[in-house]
């Protein structure tokens, strides 16, 4: 027998019948959307005059600490629970030993720690890879052709520990080199942040959706060749499973899938295998071509809702989303 049999056939089953009335709607609901699913990605910039819309990113700036500031006092006010840091940094200051991504003082820290001024209650989480402090835009540390593994896992591990003393809740690393979930909990645990999660871009994809972000944060003109020996190959389900039940054996607390939309048939998979905190990225890429259509007038700005909503009923906890102040301020 099926397992959601009808048990009467049609007339006597309508299935209109409950879609009759926005109360009968509502009755029926099978998922819910609120701000609570909502995590803010946002850039802050140290460069002079870069606090500008993003052009590929319409409607998406890149703020100043002190405008940083201001969107965390947004945030808390919409009951968005937590906000993502992401850094643009002085591409004068760039090298390939990508030293300042562990520099207490660099631009992500101090995001961190003036949002804490403001918002002390709202989550901050921090996205952990070299590419924007590095020259050749890559997520871990070049030799030759080679990104390097183990010498990059260094790197991160260093990186993670000056979040997490500048006041970070979650680390995000994004990189997707082998043993750095292990490397970065151990760390943690040592020098006493044993309470700082870990949301590991565990399904993270070779997507060509990422391009309006490496724009955001200034790598896209500096990256050479291709992130593919890192990142997991696009037609590949069964890998991404063993990356996600990796993370999570090496310390893991929450994993993401990245993209999103296009991956959702993985965001449902990840979820009822792992049983574990699940959420998706909805990238620049999916950002641009939504907010893109909405402009043109070929779509109506219902589809923002709808698309969240989709990341809900795959069965992700919460979604990274550049839509989410104003999708918390159409929930209200």
Request: charged fraction near 25%; hydrophobic fraction near 45%; include cysteine.
């Given at each position: 027998?099926?397992?959601?049999?009808?048990?009467?056939?049609?007339?006597?089953?309508?299935?209109?019948?409950?879609?009759?009335?926005?109360?009968?709607?509502?009755m029926v609901n099978e998922t819910e959307l609120s701000a609570a699913n909502l995590i803010?990605?946002?850039?802050?910039?140290?460069?002079?005059?870069?606090?500008?819309?993003?052009?590929?990113?319409?409607?998406?700036?890149?703020?100043?600490?002190?405008?940083?500031?201001?969107?965390?006092?947004?945030?808390?006010?919409?009951?968005?629970?937590?906000?993502?840091?992401?850094?643009?940094?002085?591409?004068?200051?760039?090298?390939?030993?990508?030293?300042?991504?562990?520099?207490?003082?660099?631009?992500?820290?101090?995001?961190?720690?003036?949002?804490?001024?403001?918002?002390?209650?709202?989550?901050?989480?921090?996205?952990?890879?070299?590419?924007?402090?590095?020259?050749?835009?890559?997520?871990?540390?070049?030799?030759?052709?080679?990104?390097?593994?183990?010498?990059?896992?260094?790197?991160l591990v260093r990186m993670g520990l000056a979040q997490a003393e500048a006041g970070a809740?979650?680390?995000?690393?994004?990189?997707?080199?082998?043993?750095?979930?292990?490397?970065?909990?151990?760390?943690?645990?040592?020098?006493?942040?044993?309470?700082?999660?870990?949301?590991?871009?565990?399904?993270?994809?070779?997507?060509?959706?990422?391009?309006?972000?490496?724009?955001?944060?200034?790598?896209?003109?500096?990256?050479?060749?291709?992130?593919?020996?890192?990142?997991?190959?696009?037609?590949?389900?069964?890998?991404?499973?063993?990356?996600?039940?990796?993370?999570?054996?090496?310390?893991?607390?929450?994993?993401?899938?990245?993209?999103?939309m296009p991956y959702l048939d993985l965001c449902r998979e990840v979820r009822d295998q792992?049983?574990?905190?699940?959420?998706?990225?909805?990238?620049?890429?999916?950002?641009?071509?939504?907010?893109?259509?909405?402009?043109?007038?070929?779509?109506?700005?219902?589809?923002?809702?709808?698309?969240?909503?989709?990341?809900?009923?795959?069965?992700?906890?919460?979604?990274?989303?550049?839509?989410?102040?104003?999708?918390?301020?159409?929930?209200?």
């Open positions: 027998m099926s397992s959601n049999p009808i048990l009467a056939p049609f007339p006597q089953t309508r299935l209109r019948r409950l879609r009759r009335t926005p109360a009968l709607r509502a803010w990605p946002v850039f802050v910039t140290e460069v002079d005059g870069a606090d500008v819309e993003i052009p590929s990113m319409p409607g998406v700036v890149r703020y100043t600490v002190e405008g940083v500031k201001a969107a965390a006092e947004r945030a808390a006010r919409l009951g968005i629970p937590a906000i993502c840091v992401f850094p643009h940094s002085d591409e004068a200051l760039r090298t390939e030993t990508c030293e300042r991504a562990w520099d207490p003082d660099n631009i992500g820290n101090q995001a961190i720690r003036a949002i804490k001024q403001v918002a002390p209650d709202l989550t901050v989480m921090t996205d952990i890879a070299l590419d924007p402090y590095n020259a050749n835009g890559h997520d871990g540390l070049v030799r030759g052709s080679e990104i390097l593994n183990d010498e990059t896992v260094e790197c809740d979650i680390l995000g690393p994004s990189d997707m080199m082998d043993g750095r979930i292990g490397a970065l909990r151990a760390a943690l645990e040592k020098r006493g942040h044993k309470d700082v999660a870990i949301m590991s871009y565990a399904a993270k994809f070779a997507s060509g959706f990422y391009g309006p972000f490496r724009d955001a944060v200034g790598a896209a003109g500096r990256l050479v060749g291709d992130k593919k020996t890192y990142q997991i190959n696009p037609a590949n389900r069964q890998e991404a499973l063993r990356c996600v039940a990796r993370d999570l054996a090496e310390g893991a607390d929450m994993v993401m899938v990245k993209p999103g792992f049983h574990a905190p699940t959420f998706a990225y909805q990238v620049s890429g999916e950002y641009a071509m939504i907010e893109g259509a909405i402009r043109q007038g070929w779509l109506s700005r219902d589809v923002v809702l709808e698309s969240l909503l989709a990341f809900r009923r795959a069965g992700c906890d919460g979604v990274l989303t550049y839509f989410a102040p104003e999708v918390a301020e159409a929930l209200a």
